[in-house]
């Protein structure tokens, strides 16, 4: 009898990250190779993409990665080539971008970093599979995204994410402190809007152990007040304290991101991610918003039933307006899916 053989081993999936010689990017690319992004079955090829003068710091990175002898890990792409480094990628992580210093906002970034954008969303468009999703963590992510969102018209606009899951995730750790649960009771956290102080962590929908956040945390004034603010600047408090950006806990954020937009969304729960806008809650058109999402592991629709005081409506407006701002600013660089 023909011994039974083990099942076929699945194809690799390329995913690719730019900016894999930094901070982020370090953190992430081991995590990726291990498994977490797309499973423990699913074998992976890692296309890195660096600008010429990090290429020997990414070679590195390329030999680490061969000495951890990840099993899942089936080829390493090292390249300068944006070309080459979305060809036939199903993931594609778009970090690599200037960090702020202390002192600046994300939006200072936008003349330095708003040109990366669409050179690489036309190659994506050119080069990478049917079914690429984009994940943009390069600051400022929202206006990045939309960037390059905009010069890729042939990648259709629900396949554009950009990174809110850092807010939602910090804001859940916040509630849980607050109030001695484990964080996993924290659900429905949605981020609205922009990935910047102007974000909305609406702890008015969010729910501890089942209850609405709001009863029992008993506090309405912490909610609105340092709530709140300790979510809109927490980047700027790691900036201070360790003198760069977050890194290892934006890198779990990515991971994370991906996992909600691949596996159905839990009951009663949601995950925030910015997503185009179609209008929904009165968001204008077109913005990479931050949303609460549901997905069921293929296609994914905004969280509907979302309720809004007037605290909440004047939030939404203000991070919408900040975003209708940077997009106008951004004008010259759009392209024609804006
Ligand atoms: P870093 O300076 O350590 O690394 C950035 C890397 O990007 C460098 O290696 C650089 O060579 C590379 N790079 C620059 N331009 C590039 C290009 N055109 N193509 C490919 N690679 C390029 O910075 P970092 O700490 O890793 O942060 C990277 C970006 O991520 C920053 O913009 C930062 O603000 C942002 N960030 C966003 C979030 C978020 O929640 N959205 C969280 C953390 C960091
Ligand atoms: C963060 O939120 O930690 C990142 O966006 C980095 C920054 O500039 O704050």
């Not at 910047?196 to 029992?216: H, K, L, M, W």
């Not at 790691?238 to 950006?245: L, M, P």
């Not at 159905?264 to 077109?286: F, H, I, K, M, N």
């Amino acid at each position: 009898m023909e011994p039974t053989g083990s099942p076929t081993p699945a194809r690799p999936v390329q995913v690719t990250v730019t900016g894999a010689a930094g901070q982020v990017g370090y953190a992430l690319v081991f995590r990726i190779a291990a498994g977490d992004l797309l499973g423990p079955d699913q074998p992976v090829v890692l296309r890195l993409v660096e600008i010429d003068q990090a290429m020997p710091a990414l070679e590195g990175v390329v030999m680490e990665l061969e000495d951890c002898a990840f099993p899942l890990l089936s080829g390493v792409v090292a390249t300068a080539d944006l070309d080459v480094g979305f060809e036939g990628s199903s993931w594609a992580l778009l970090v690599g971008a200037l960090p702020r210093r202390a002192g600046m906002e994300r939006s200072d970034l936008l003349g330095a970093n708003g040109a990366i954008f669409g050179p690489q969303g036309r190659a994506i468009a050119a080069h990478a599979a049917e079914d690429v999703r984009v994940l943009v963590v390069g600051n400022p992510a929202n206006t990045n995204c939309l960037i390059a969102r905009s010069n890729a018209p042939e990648v259709p606009a629900d396949r554009w994410f950009s990174l809110t899951r850092l807010d939602q995730n910090r804001a859940r750790a916040l509630l849980a402190k607050r109030s001695g649960v484990p964080v996993q009771e924290v659900t429905n956290l949605a981020i609205w809007g922009n990935h910047s102080t102007t974000q909305y962590p609406d702890f008015a929908n969010a729910r501890i152990g089942g209850r609405p956040a709001t009863e029992v945390v008993g506090d309405r004034a912490w909610l609105e007040g340092e709530f709140t603010s300790t979510v809109q600047t927490r980047g700027a408090a790691v900036i201070k304290a360790r003198g760069a950006s977050s890194a290892a806990s934006a890198a779990s954020a990515v991971v994370d991101s991906v996992r909600s937009i691949r596996l159905p969304t839990p009951e009663g729960d949601c995950a925030s991610l910015a997503v185009v806008s179609r209008g929904e809650y009165g968001v204008p058109q077109g913005l990479q918003f931050g949303f609460p999402v549901l997905t069921d592991g293929r296609s994914w629709r905004v969280a509907e039933g979302f309720v809004h005081d007037d605290f909440a409506r004047e939030r939404l407006r203000a991070t919408a307006e900040e975003l209708e701002a940077e997009r106008a600013a951004v004008k010259d660089l759009l392209g024609p899916a804006a």
